[in-house]
Antibody, heavy 121, light 113 residues
Framework: QVQLVQSGSELKKPGASVKVSCKSS????????MNWVRQAPGQRPEWMGW????????TYVQGFAGRFVFSLDTSVSTAYLEINSLKSEDTAVYYC??????????????WGQGTLVTVSS | DIVMTQTPLSLPVTPGEPASISCRSS????????????LDWYLQKPGQSPQLLIY???YRASGVPDRFSGSGSGTDFTLKISRVEADDVGVYYC?????????FGQGTRLDIK
């Protein structure tokens, strides 16, 4: 069965970096796009963008380009989200969500369990 | 960007009774090429990831009971639960994926009376 398992919670200081992993199993990793979604405490989910898991080409929502980086290691079927120069407003749960198609359609039936990133001095 | 607005924000329901959630988009979600309306519904149970309930306006995701149904037009949408059960509690979100950036409504919290 399809599973997405994310790395554990992180506590970071402002200005630091963090890398969240999302390990996939139960399907061919490179056949489906991987979406990334952020959910700040008590807020609605927010679409960050997606990465083509075959070509490695990322697409970022405006506002997430620059400090946020999507990457892959296809040898271990894992997608990564790296956030640089962390700010307090980056405190949120970050989700990976497997798309239904090769390119992102936004339709995601499979989600990781979420990774809480807390940014605090 | 397309803005999604849900009502009500809170919905207390007696088990066995029906429930209805509305969602409105700031622009039409109708794809003129194929006639599809790219509106999905998710349920986020307490402490869990969002789970897809309905996609492309009215198609139930795998394993979703037929108590859940979606309907609507280009900008106005409804999620209906025919008979609410205790396991249905959580926050319901509509989400548009007609245009990038995809966007969610602010959520409707359903709880049991």
């Amino acid at each position: 069965q399809v599973q997405l398992v994310q790395s554990g919670s992180e506590l970071k200081k402002p200005g630091a970096s963090v890398k969240v992993s999302c390990k996939s199993s139960g399907y061919t990793f490179t056949n489906y796009a991987m979406n990334w979604v952020r959910q700040a405490p008590g807020q609605r989910p927010e679409w960050m963008g997606w990465i083509n898991t075959d070509t490695g080409n990322p697409t970022y929502v405006q506002g997430f380009a620059g400090r946020f980086v999507f990457s892959l290691d296809t040898s271990v079927s894992t997608a990564y989200l790296e956030i640089n120069s962390l700010k307090s407003e980056d405190t949120a749960v970050y989700y990976c969500a497997r798309d239904t198609y090769y390119d992102s359609s936004g339709r995601s039936e499979y989600w990781g369990q979420g990774t809480l990133v807390t940014v605090s001095s | 960007d397309i803005v999604m607005t849900q009502t009500p924000l809170s919905l207390p329901v007696t088990p066995g009774e029906p429930a209805s959630i509305s969602c409105r988009s700031s622009r039409s979600l109708l794809n003129g090429d194929d006639g599809n309306i790219f509106l999905d519904w998710y349920l986020q149970k307490p402490g869990q990831s969002p789970q897809l309930l309905i996609y492309t306006l009215s198609y139930r995701a795998s394993g979703v009971p037929d108590r859940f149904s979606g309907s609507g037009s280009g900008t106005d949408f409804t999620l209906k639960i025919s008979r609410v059960e205790a396991d249905d509690v959580g926050v319901y979100y509509c989400m548009q994926r007609k245009e990038f950036p995809y966007s969610f409504g602010q959520g409707t919290r359903l709880d049991i009376k």
